[in-house]
């Protein structure tokens, strides 16, 4: 019975080494490019491609017109492998639109890729500055308009100010407040007075900024109040840097 029980305990223990050393070795580091999901022992073997850090947002917004540097990326790896980084571009700053930018670091084992989003849009920064007006509304009996009116932010990031917006006898007087929403602007009914101060010069208008942020077109509603050389239309201004 005793020698019975020896055996018995015996198998039990073979079985267990063998069912031990039968442990299938490999990679068991979920981060590692050569991660074994069948491996039921780390036997120490992993390694490991670059790890990319984006320097900067990996998603950003930047206004039409202007300059795009990208911040660009490093890399760096967790087995001492070297590295070679690049990156790929599609940006185009002079355009509305998405954008991506790819960075790629390879090493002895494997290649690790991260994007860039890249929004260029139209906000108010797009608005600001000084512009050249060519238009169709006409001299003292219309809306005169400057021709060389400067642009600058109002009390929000909705809102602008075309500043010297009118032309009159003495020079350019008068301030434009506008709404904006990304492309599109609205002008908020005004009244200044006419030159010679006999009546008043009633406006209001609507229009879109270009996809290349570089010029903006408005359709005015005016009414000129002045006795007898007075009068009232539509007309549309185009404005350029």
Known sequence: MKRTKFYSILALLTVFMFSVSCKKKGCMDTAASNYNEEAKKDDGSCVYSPIISIIGAADTTISVATLWEDPYATAANLDGAVVMVSDVSDVDASQVGDYSVTYSATNN????????????????????????????????????????????????????????????????????????????????????????????????????????????????????TTPLTGGSGTCQATYSK
Do not use: K
């Open 109 to 224: 084992n494997g290649t690790t890729t991260v994007t860039r989003m890249v929004h260029v849009v139209v906000n108010q920064d797009s608005w600001l500055g000084d512009w050249s007006v060519s238009d169709n509304c006409g001299g003292g009996t219309g809306l005169a308009l400057n021709g060389s009116p400067n642009v600058i932010a109002g009390g929000n990031t909705e809102q602008i100010l075309i500043t010297e917006f009118l032309n009159g006898i003495t020079g350019s007087y008068g301030t434009a407040i506008c709404q904006i929403d990304g492309d599109a602007i609205s002008v908020a009914e005004a009244s200044d007075g006419a030159p010679g101060g006999l009546g008043d010069i009633i406006y209001s208008g609507f229009g879109t900024m270009n996809s290349d942020g570089l010029s903006f077109t408005i359709t005015f509603t005016w009414q000129n």
